[in-house]
């Protein structure tokens, strides 16, 4: 017999884990739109060169996003989320470098 309670503890358990890993990710993404102002002054950008920098910003997410789901399809997906967000993190943080 199923131990129904153990079960849904599970469940429940990686809906948290995914929902912190999204609101890390979320943050992650938001860095560049808060460091916007002082990136803009300290390279003399113009608000339509700040544009190209979101544009471009945005447009390697849209162009990633095939390559990147052929990848997972190949990888397992548990081992590959957390690689990731890792990555992702490390590389939020060399922002500020």
Do not use: K
């Amino acid at each position: 017999m199923v131990d129904t309670h153990a079960a849904t503890h599970r469940r429940f358990l990686v809906a948290a884990m995914l929902f912190v890993g999204v609101v890390i990710s979320y943050l992650d993404r938001s860095n560049l739109s808060i460091v916007a102002p002082e990136l803009a002054t300290a390279l003399h950008l113009t608000p339509m060169r700040m544009g190209f920098v979101f544009s471009g910003f945005g447009w390697s997410y849209a162009l990633l996003q095939i390559p990147a789901s052929r990848f997972v399809d190949q990888v397992n997906p548990r081992s590959l989320y957390f690689l990731v967000l890792v990555f992702w993190s490390i590389a939020t943080c060399a922002l500020g470098l």
